[in-house]
C-alpha cells in the first residue's frame, strides 16, 4: 500500500505543477489584453484630447482674428467720430455767428439805407458836374436806382450791389475811348452828330459829313466850336480809331488846362 501510494505520489505532484502552469498562463495573458486595452483607451484618449485641444486653439486663433478686426474697426470709428466732432464743432461756431448776424441784421439795415442814399445823392451830383457824355443813359440809371429804393420787394444787399455796380461803371468811363451819335443844338439848330468821348480829358463831337467839329469846354460848362483846320481831320481819325475802323495812333484832341483848387 504504501509502494502504491508512493508510485502515485510523484504523478500527482506532475499533474499538480502542470495545472499551476496553466493557470499562470492564463492569468499573463489576460494581464497583456488588459494592458493593451488599457493603452488603446489612453491612446483614444489623447487623441481625444488632441482634437479637442486643435479645437480650442482654432476658436482663440478665429477670437484673435476678430479682435484685430474689431479693433480696427473701432479705430475707424474712433477717426470718423473725431472728424465728426470737428465738424459738429464748426457747424456750432457757424450758428453762433449767423445768430449774431441775425440779431444785428436790423441795426444793419438802418445803417446801409442812409449811406445807399447818399451814395445815390453823391452819384447824381458827380454825373451832373461831369462830362455831359450819354447824359441821358446815366441819368436814368440814377433814375431807376432811386425808384428801387423804394421798393420793399428788393434786399438790401441787392440795392447796395446795384448801386456799387453803377459806381463800377462811371468808373470804367474813365478808362475807355468810345463813339456814339446823338442830337446837338448847335447855333440854334439841332444837328446829328457824332460824339468822341476819350475817358473824361476830352469830348469832342462832329456833325454828319464832318462841316462842324467842336468839343466840351468844361470851365466854361458849354460847347464850343472848333477850328476845322486844326481838328476836323484829327476827330474823324479819332472816331474811326473808337469804332476800331483803323488801328490806335495818336491824335491831337482838345483838352481842358488844370485849374487850381482853393481850399
Same mark, same amino acid.
Given at each position: 500500500m504504501n509502494k502504491v501510494l508512493q508510485r502515485a505520489l510523484p504523478r500527482a505532484l506532475v499533474l499538480a505543477t502542470a495545472a499551476m502552469a496553466g493557470l499562470a498562463g492564463t492569468a499573463s495573458a489576460a494581464t497583456v489584453q488588459e494592458i493593451i486595452s488599457a493603452g488603446q483607451a489612453r491612446a483614444e484618449a489623447a487623441k481625444a484630447d488632441q482634437k479637442r485641444v486643435e479645437q480650442v486653439a482654432d476658436q482663440i486663433e478665429q477670437l484673435v482674428v476678430d479682435y484685430q478686426t474689431e479693433a480696427k474697426v473701432v479705430?475707424?470709428?474712433?477717426?470718423?467720430?473725431?472728424?465728426l466732432q470737428r465738424q459738429i464743432d464748426n457747424q456750432e461756431?457757424?450758428?453762433?455767428? /449767423?445768430?449774431?448776424? /441775425?440779431?444785428?441784421? %436790423? !441795426? /444793419?439795415?438802418?445803417?446801409i439805407t442812409p449811406l445807399m442814399t447818399?451814395? !445815390?445823392d453823391g452819384l447824381e451830383a458827380f454825373v451832373s458836374l461831369d462830362t455831359p457824355f450819354?447824359?441821358?443813359?446815366?441819368?436814368?440809371?440814377i433814375v431807376r436806382l432811386r425808384d428801387m429804393m423804394d421798393r420793399s420787394d428788393v434786399?438790401?444787399? %441787392?440795392?447796395?450791389?446795384?448801386i456799387l455796380e453803377a459806381y463800377s461803371i462811371e468808373n470804367d468811363y474813365g478808362r475807355t475811348i468810345e463813339a456814339y451819335k446823338g442830337s446837338l443844338d448847335v447855333a440854334g439848330r439841332t444837328l446829328e452828330v457824332d460824339f468822341l468821348r476819350i475817358g473824361r480829358?476830352? !469830348?469832342?463831337?462832329?456833325?454828319?459829313?464832318?462841316?462842324?467839329t467842336g468839343a466840351w469846354d468844361n470851365n466854361a460848362r458849354d460847347w464850343v466850336e472848333l477850328p476845322p483846320e486844326t481838328y476836323k481831320t484829327q476827330v474823324a481819325e479819332g !472816331?474811326?480809331?473808337?469804332?476800331k475802323q483803323i488801328a490806335p495812333d495818336l491824335i491831337v484832341a482838345p483838352v481842358a488846362a488844370p485849374t487850381e483848387v482853393t481850399q
Open positions: 479705430d475707424g470709428l474712433k477717426v470718423y467720430n473725431s472728424l461756431a457757424e450758428m453762433t455767428a /449767423i445768430s449774431d448776424s /441775425i440779431t444785428n441784421v %436790423e !441795426l /444793419i439795415e438802418r445803417q447818399r451814395m !445815390l450819354l447824359l441821358d443813359e446815366r441819368q436814368d440809371r434786399t438790401p444787399a %441787392e440795392k447796395l450791389r446795384q480829358v476830352s !469830348l469832342t463831337y462832329q456833325s454828319v459829313g464832318g462841316g462842324v !472816331l474811326r480809331v473808337a469804332r
